[in-house]
């Protein structure tokens, strides 16, 4: 099976979109870094073990296949970055309920 690094610049827009959107919570939400730190080296190490368990099956059930020479090692990295700006999302969100949660209890 061979590595191809030249994508379809698509792969490269959808990459980064997940890093700049991560990084942007990630600077709204900067008083809690340390904290959620590791919990997020945690969550985006477990992510992609679940990603490439995802593949081994579907590739090896034939649910889809990569083809010699097109194998999308952009793939991963990606899938990294959208695991980590889906944490920071919700993350987001909590917080976002428990100040509402917050205020109305306080009316």
């Known amino acids: 099976m061979e590595l191809i690094f030249d994508f379809n610049s698509s792969w490269y827009i959808l990459f980064f979109a997940f890093v700049a959107s991560w990084a942007i919570l990630l ?7 340390e904290k959620e730190f590791k919990e997020q080296i ?7 073990m679940s990603m490439v368990l995802l593949e081994l099956f579907a590739v090896s059930v034939g649910l889809w296949d990569y083809t010699p020479g097109n ?3 952009i793939l ?3 899938y990294v ?5 889906g944490y920071q999302l919700l993350r987001s969100i909590e917080t976002l309920l428990r100040k509402l949660l917050i205020t109305s209890q306080l009316k």
């Open 81 to 85: 970055a959208a695991i980590l700006f």
């Open 42 to 48: 945690f969550v985006g190490t477990c992510g992609l």
């Open 76 to 78: 991963w990295p990606t």
């Open 27 to 33: 600077l709204l939400r900067r008083n809690r870094i």
């Open 71 to 73: 194998w999308p090692v």
